[in-house]
């Protein structure tokens, strides 16, 4: 059960969003013909929709010698058993590697194995992210390995189309009204979804693993205290958001589907469901599923729009890093890379591409962040950029411990497809212990 963001759905539409952009993506960090004496390969590992792919021809445009040979791999979680099988090995890992929020933690603890950035200018660029971006990518040395992409900050995807069918508005400030606007609970949020499937008879939203995933980044502390100790068993504010999910499923608010599939997309373009936790990057794959089901994925005919709100408040969900493992040949220039890609005009173009929301100030800030997109013509024409902003006010960043993605998606993975299968909420809650005891306590 993978709760990492997905490539397959998004690529081509993140190809075509961003090229109108990259004209302008230049930028004064890392430009300029490369130092290099001689030609210089770099090979870039990314994973999911994080639409950096029409970027690498810039790039090597504006530096003669350099070629990039770019990898991406589906999904967060297959990128991760791909790095630490290359790490494990001494060999393997891409010059520059991308890494996943849910796994930091993870390469936190092995963070001799890349490169401190420091050595290659990070002091003179580190301010142009949000600080708590740069505070997680340092490590406990404090050595700055990683450079900050995306954030996550999350809003409701909903149909309006199945809106309408139920007699609910579908105007987005009025949606977000409906799920209770700046003071939104999962209450709220359920109730509304319990009114939607008396009305109709459809599911409220698609499974319940993204809904939990959702729950859990928003509490104060997830998996992990602030200071780095497990805290599941007797987390109740855990358990109470657990009890909430599974209430909501023996309500029938889960549509009961398969993560990353949804039936090839058609349960995006059939009503199987209403609503959809939608961080930014997850726009993209929203679009993708309606393209890959053959619908209409350049207009707003699909019915799907985004609204500016959020059950429970603030919540991130995602965000990435750019490192450069010791492995690398090509430090230097795998570093300048790296700076360049996550400088503002690159991220608002890979905003524009893939719904990634900028970790960067000055990108947020971009007056061609808030310009209409692929995106959010799809959106029904919403301002993506300008809800994004919203939801990020407000967010903290968790702490998250080497094996948090692991308890995700290998303890509480099992059990939200067991909610959705009628499992009670008491019975996969003590199966989800009994994992985490095998897996994670005892292991």
């Not at 719904?355 to 959106?379: N, R, Y």
Request: glycine residues 12%; aromatic residues 10%; contains cysteine.
């Amino acid at each position: 059960m993978k709760f990492s963001r997905r490539t397959k759905v998004g690529a081509a539409v993140a190809c075509a969003a961003s090229f109108a952009l990259i004209a302008t993506g230049c930028s004064s960090a890392g430009t300029g013909t490369s130092a290099s004496a001689a030609p210089v390969e770099l090979t870039v590992t990314t994973f999911g929709t994080m639409g950096m792919d029409a970027l690498y021809a810039q790039y090597e445009a504006s530096h003669p010698g350099i070629t990039i040979k770019a990898n991406n791999i589906d999904t967060g979680g297959n990128a991760q058993t791909d790095a630490f099988t290359k790490i494990a090995a001494g060999s393997g890992l891409s010059d520059v590697l991308a890494v996943e929020e849910g796994w930091l933690g993870a390469i936190q603890n092995v963070s001799s194995q890349f490169t401190d950035l420091k050595a290659y200018g990070a002091d003179s660029v580190k301010d142009r992210w949000v600080s708590w971006k740069v505070d997680q990518a340092t490590d406990k040395d404090g050595r700055i390995i990683g450079y900050g992409t995306d954030i996550g900050p999350e809003g409701i995807c909903y149909n309006s189309k199945a809106f309408a069918a139920a007699g609910l508005p579908t105007d987005r400030a009025a949606v977000a009204t409906l799920l209770g606007g700046s003071g939104s609970t999962w209450d709220k949020y359920f109730a509304v979804g319990e009114q939607y499937q008396k009305a109709t008879g459809k599911a409220w939203f698609d499974q319940s693993g993204f809904i939990w995933n959702s729950m859990v980044n928003q509490l104060p502390e997830g998996y992990y205290t602030k200071d780095g100790k497990l805290n599941v068993e007797n987390n109740a504010d855990l358990k109470s958001a657990w009890t909430k999910l599974a209430a909501a499923n023996a309500a029938g608010l889960s549509a009961k589907q398969t993560q990353w599939d949804w039936n090839k997309g058609t349960s995006f373009t059939d009503g199987t469901f209403a609503t959809f936790m939608c961080p930014g990057w997850m726009l993209g794959v929203v679009q993708g599923q309606v393209k890959t089901a053959g619908g209409d994925a350049v207009g707003a005919t699909a019915g799907w729009d985004f609204a500016d709100v959020f059950p429970g408040g603030a919540a991130n969900w995602g965000g990435s890093f750019l490192t450069v493992p010791t492995q690398s040949k090509h430090p230097k220039e795998a570093a300048e890379l790296a700076t360049w890609l996550t400088d503002a005009k690159q991220e608002v173009a890979e905003f524009q591409a893939a719904g990634a929301f900028p970790s960067v100030t000055a990108a947020q800030t971009d007056p061609a962040l808030a310009a209409g997109s692929g995106i959010s013509a799809f959106f029904n024409d919403a301002p993506i950029a300008s809800i994004l902003s919203k939801r990020a006010d407000g967010v903290k960043a968790q702490y998250k411990g080497p094996d948090d993605s692991t308890i995700q998606e290998k303890v509480f993975g099992p059990s939200t497809i067991s909610l959705d299968q009628g499992v009670s909420g008491d019975k996969a809650w003590s199966d989800a212990m009994t994992l985490f005891n095998q897996l994670i306590v005892n292991k």
